[in-house]
């Protein structure tokens, strides 16, 4: 996915923005850049791949060369980033988290002229920023032209532009991704994470509304375009993505998912299909949370029978390739053995998507000598993948593991009916978590309810974007 933080300060602000950054390595592991201007110099700009080490190793050594009282900093999963743009509305510095499905579309219909052109990337793909930033310029002013860009895109785009002094922040038009401001006495700063900029020393001052525009000066915020009415904002921000000292739209993140692995419990309980089990256990790390409500509403001992032994393997790192991927996901793994062994457990993780390292922590633990292994996915069986925030992205979705599962089961007619295949209630989706526990070893399976997700968040349903699940926008 990605995240993002800019400051605007009266005094020199390159350690914020490294180290507000740094706090979103995250959301993201293949691109990291800074851009700092000072009035004497201008632009000071790095940018550096992390697939193989973190943001702050990289940047360390640049740090002490960058000087300035404003700029932004991104993590990117996407394309390399910020970047400056020169054209007839000055100089500035891009960086964009989101997606565009419509790369294509729009470069034929709207830079097809002879003579311009895009610099490619070693894959062929045009940078969506850069792409982004010649939407923009096709209108008169920045405002204008950061609505028109966000009107033309299909996907997503939450944008921020650095200018002399100041800095512009767009929240995409639906509010996918959150964009909150912070205040002290010497500046603002914009971030995706509450809990960025606040170890910073910045209180929380506003939080932009869906298709908002701001600009920030080191003297406070000014709204350049009011919010739209309609939401759409990441339900996976909470159960996954958020960092969880992170609030979003007023909901924490850690307390959601206490409380979702509550319902998920109650729920269980009221069905009669809680299972008798030693202890209950998260999947690290963004699994544990969920896993402690559980815990405390079913009355099950929590305990950790593995770790994730992260100084070697830190979380940002995600090589590119799947099977050094699940070699290091098996090498992450640290079992407690006499927590584990003859023991029957129930674990519980954000959620299921591919399978692919799922499969093999079952193997892990019952190579441990566990005796039981149920497993529950604190969210709905994921039938899409995400179009808007590449979150659960593949190549088909016949490598999700629910709708590779209902292909093996029913064929093409199995397709048409996504929806009862989600709802563990019924006779197609009673069969495919009875398959796909064959298929993965587990004792038992369980998938959060979307009703019962949506009752955590606890905001209006409309707001929230769920498509990755029902496939509806």
């Not at 990337?121 to 010649?134: C, D, F, H, P, R």
């Not at 960025?196 to 506003?206: F, M, R, S, T, V």
């Amino acid at each position: 996915m990605g995240g993002f933080f800019g400051t605007v300060s009266k005094r020199d602000c390159v350690l914020d923005i490294f180290f507000g950054t740094d706090y979103h390595s995250h959301l993201g592991t293949r691109r990291a850049g800074m851009v700092i201007y000072d009035g004497d110099t201008g632009f000071q700009r790095q940018i550096h791949s992390i697939e193989n080490s973190p943001f702050r190793t990289k940047f360390e050594k640049d740090v002490a060369d960058f000087h300035g009282c404003c700029g932004i900093g991104c993590i990117s999963d996407t394309d390399p980033q910020p970047l400056l743009v020169r054209s007839h509305l000055g100089l500035y510095a891009i960086s964009v988290v989101g997606i565009v499905n419509n790369a294509n579309e729009l470069i034929e219909a709207h830079f097809s002229q002879h003579g311009y052109q895009f610099m490619a990337m070693s894959t062929g793909k045009v940078n969506q920023t850069e792409l982004i930033a010649a939407l923009i310029n096709q209108k008169a002013t920045l405002v204008e032209g950061l609505r028109y860009a966000q009107s033309v895109i299909d996907g997503s785009a939450t944008i921020l532009l650095l200018m002399a002094g100041s800095i512009i922040a767009a929240r995409d038009s639906l509010g996918r991704l959150p964009v909150l401001v912070g205040k002290n006495e010497e500046g603002c700063c914009v971030s995706f994470e509450s809990f960025a900029y606040q170890k910073l020393g910045y209180e929380n001052h506003y939080e932009l509304g869906p298709g908002e525009i701001v600009r920030l000066t080191a003297d406070g915020v000014e709204q350049l375009a009011a919010p739209g009415k309609q939401m759409k904002i990441c339900a996976f921000l909470w159960t996954y993505y958020g960092y969880p000292n992170s609030d979003y739209e007023g909901v924490n993140v850690e307390v959601m998912r206490y409380h979702n692995g509550e319902i998920m419990a109650r729920e269980e309980q009221k069905n009669g299909t809680l299972p008798e089990v030693d202890c209950v256990a998260g999947v690290p790390d963004s699994g544990v949370p969920h896993a402690i409500g559980y815990a405390n509403y079913s009355h099950r001992p929590f305990a950790r029978p593995f770790v994730k032994y992260t100084p070697t393997w830190p979380r940002s790192f995600m090589p590119t390739n799947q099977a050094v991927r699940n070699q290091v996901a098996k090498m992450k793994q640290i079992p407690v053995p006499k927590l584990i062994e003859g023991k029957k457990l129930l674990f519980v993780d954000d959620s299921i998507v591919r399978g692919t390292q799922l499969r093999e922590t079952v193997e892990f633990l019952y190579e441990s000598g566990a005796k039981e292994v149920h497993m529950r996915s604190a969210c709905p069986p994921i039938m899409y993948s995400c179009k808007y925030l590449n979150f659960s992205a593949s190549n088909s979705e016949m490598d999700l593991l629910a709708r590779r599962t209902i292909q093996e089961l029913e064929g093409d007619e199995g397709q048409q009916h996504l929806e009862e295949y989600a709802d563990g209630r019924t006779e197609r989706g009673q069969c495919m978590l009875k398959t796909i526990c064959q298929k993965m070893g587990f004792s038992t399976l369980g998938y959060q309810s979307l009703e019962g997700l949506m009752e955590a968040i606890g905001l209006d349903p409309s707001k929230i974007c769920t498509y990755c699940w029902t496939g509806k926008e």
